[in-house]
């Protein structure tokens, strides 16, 4: 089992409808979670950080954290053609000290 | 927010030469460094951790005497890559974080390294 899995994609959704990206993650120990975004050819972007369980909004994103579950998600309201991206889910393990694990990234594409 | 930059953009070398590639951090002062390398359609896979006045921690697999890594100053870190092969062309990323271990990873624009 990968250490941060994520479905590659591409998942497509028509613009104005809500995309919803998983992430599961192996090590329960795990701290601290974020979602980045990268378009193509150049650096991830930081989009949100959670820590503790439940929702956390932020504009036209909301993650959710449940670890319990072992999960993060992201959901994007409103998508818009802008959105097109690969998210990456990256997770701060405890068992890898202080590095951040990514997974392999979500390719998104909204659709006019 | 941090800032993190990080030049050339993008450099092409021929095989059997070396290339260095600078990340700073320009609004903070980051101890500690890291270098990621991203090939096509693939995840960042991290390379190594830079520390400020000490040794770099490498990640299995990569070649520390390939990949040098110089943290001289608390903004500034440095990735050589000696004897460029091919093989080596890649996205090199660099990212540091704000004081505290829970503090997200900011990164560099990256530098796009092609090996002929």
């Known amino acids: 089992q990968k250490e941060v899995e994520q479905n590659s994609g591409p998942l497509s959704v028509p613009e104005g409808a809500i995309a919803s990206l998983n992430c599961t993650y192996s090590d329960r120990g795990s701290q601290s979670f974020f979602w980045y975004r990268q378009y193509s050819g150049k650096s991830p972007e930081l989009i949100m950080s959670?820590?503790?369980?439940g929702d956390k909004e932020d504009g036209r994103f909301t993650a959710q954290l449940n670890k319990a579950s072992q999960y993060v998600s992201l959901l994007i309201r409103d998508s818009q053609p802008s959105d097109s991206a690969t998210y990456l889910c990256?997770?701060?393990?405890?068992?890898?000290?202080?590095?951040?694990?990514f997974g392999g990234g979500t390719r998104v594409l909204v659709k006019p | 927010g941090a800032v993190v930059s990080q030049h050339p953009s993008r450099v092409i070398c021929k095989s059997g030469t070396s290339v260095k590639i600078e990340c700073r951090s320009l609004?903070?002062?980051?101890?500690?460094m890291f270098w990621y390398r991203q090939f096509p359609k693939q995840s960042l896979m991290l390379m190594a951790t830079?520390?400020?006045?000490?040794?770099?921690?490498?990640e299995q697999g990569v070649e520390k005497d390939k990949f040098l890594i110089n943290h001289a100053s608390l903004t500034l870190s440095t990735l050589t890559v000696t004897s460029a092969h091919p093989e080596d062309s890649s996205f090199y990323i660099c990212?540091?974080?704000?004081?505290?271990?829970?503090?997200?990873?900011?990164f560099g624009n990256g530098t796009r390294l092609t090996v002929t």
């Open positions: 990212s540091a974080r704000l004081t505290g271990s829970d503090s997200p990873l900011h």
């Open positions: 830079s520390n400020e006045g000490s040794k770099a921690t490498y």
């Open positions: 990256a997770v701060k393990r405890k068992a890898a000290g202080n590095k951040l694990t």
């Open positions: 609004d903070f002062q980051a101890t500690t």
């Open positions: 959670i820590y503790s369980n």
